[in-house]
């Protein structure tokens, strides 16, 4: 039997189109890419917006969110337009405090503020905060360390790390056991498909999925590239690759 196929019917994850369908041990978790770094998660009757952007239409086929994450301030990730076209008032919000003490005047149901290291558990749903940072750590940096998250969800004991915007920093590489990664890729303001590949060889998600590959002047990242580095040196990660901008 080939890796890849181990690897499938180890995960259980198999994909309809753009929407990712990932079967844990008592359910199953829905991933729809939305845009960019905006996905949603839909598991045991809740639904997850994490860094909801582009806009009402984005979002009308789908159920109002239980849940809101958000990454770091930045207009692609914390979205007020897009915020306030979509139904917040039973949400609770998760982001680090740059982006909570923005949003004070939408109405979500309730609102914690995470910073780098902390946790929280949300309906049955673990939430931690990585940190995301620009390398090397300057004063001007684009996304300075400690501003911003990144999040490993562990849902109904699969773990998913969201990269948020960062490089390949120590806190993504030494990460442990992650069952799928949201990896971002595009310079100016992240990293290139080396450094991400390189990251993802060092933490070893059973599969990875680029995501946020739009860089500078709308050009994107070559995230075929992307797959061949890792696939050559490590056959046994899945790469996953799927249109986040259409």
Known sequence: MKICTIIIC?????????????NTETGSITIHPVLHAS?????????????????????????APSLILITDIHGDHMNKETLETISTKKAMLIAPNAVTTQLTDLPFKSVQTLSNGENYTWNDIHIEAIPMYNLPETEDSRHPKGRGNGYLLTIDGKRI??????????EMRSLE????????MNLPYTMDINQAADAV??????????????????????????????????????????????
């Open 39 to 63: 996905m949603i998660l839909e598991w045991n009757g809740q639904t997850i917006y994490i860094d909801p952007y582009g806009g009402k239409e984005k979002y009308e086929k789908y159920n």
């Open 177 to 184: 056991n992650i069952d799928i990664a949201f990896i971002c």
């Open 201 to 246: 060889l060092a933490f070893k998600p059973s599969v990875v999925y680029p995501f946020h590959y739009r860089g500078g002047g709308g050009k994107f990242s070559n995230t075929e590239a992307f797959k061949k580095i890792v696939l050559e040196k490590d056959a046994a990660i899945e790469v996953r690759l799927i249109d986040w901008y259409n």
């Open 161 to 170: 790390y969201i990269s948020g915007d960062t490089e390949d920093i120590n």
């Open 10 to 22: 180890f995960l259980s994850l198999c994909a309809f189109g753009q929407k990712q369908v990932i």
